[in-house]
């Protein structure tokens, strides 16, 4: 393949990139060698110090319902007034996916030369890298986030150290409906020269 061809290959799949919606994944998940791979590309982010601030912990089919209940309990504690089908809605957060991973940030905010900004600018582009890598795949990825994640019950759940944060949970595998898909920002919106 020439250069020309590969750079086009890349531009395609990063024009095409976009997120799944959880409901509509389904098995199969990624396989030993493609989750590989997919890691592999995770663990190539840009990364200022060679800190690696960033890892996954997956979560097992059989420890989805374990799982729950600690989303669940965190939901709770982030908005007390959780209604009975809002505490459902956020148990199917940890049972949707036939892969399920949690996306850690370990940030050193005291760190002597690399400030903190700089270890969650890799963090996300370790995330990105590992939804490029997933579509490379085959597979689709819907992002889970919130206020809960931070929340005693499932910091305490996923084992998180102080210095740890629980950014996302990341639901994997093969998509059997997108989403519509949403608007894209404007070259004009994202890029402007600086006039001095």
């Known amino acids: 393949m020439t250069d020309t061809a590969r750079a086009a290959v890349l531009f395609d799949a990063l024009h095409a990139r976009r997120s799944a919606s959880a409901k509509f994944l389904v098995a199969p998940a990624p396989g030993e060698q493609a989750l590989t791979r997919i890691v592999t590309a995770f663990s190539r982010a840009p990364d200022h110090g060679r800190l690696i601030p960033f890892r996954l912990i997956e979560i097992p089919l059989d420890a989805r319902a374990r799982f729950a209940d600690a989303v669940e309990a965190a939901h709770a504690a982030a908005q007390p007034a959780l209604s009975a089908p809002e ?14 991973l949690a996306l850690i940030a370990v940030i050193d905010a005291e ?3 690399i400030p ?10 370790a995330l990105e890298n590992f939804l490029l890598g ?9 992002i889970r986030s919130g206020r809960y994640l931070e929340q005693t019950p499932l910091r305490e759940a996923l084992g998180l150290h102080a210095h740890e944060h629980a ?13 519509p898909e949403k608007p894209k920002p404007t070259l004009a919106q994202v890029f402007s020269r600086w006039e001095g």
């Open 87 to 100: 505490r459902e809605r956020s148990r199917e957060k940890a049972t949707q996916g036939p892969l399920l």
């Open 134 to 142: 997933a579509q490379a795949e085959g597979f689709g990825v819907a």
């Open 167 to 179: 950014v996302s949970l990341l639901a994997v595998g093969t998509v059997s409906e997108w989403p």
């Open 111 to 113: 760190h002597a030369k």
């Open 116 to 125: 903190a900004s700089d270890q969650w600018l890799t963090v996300g582009a």
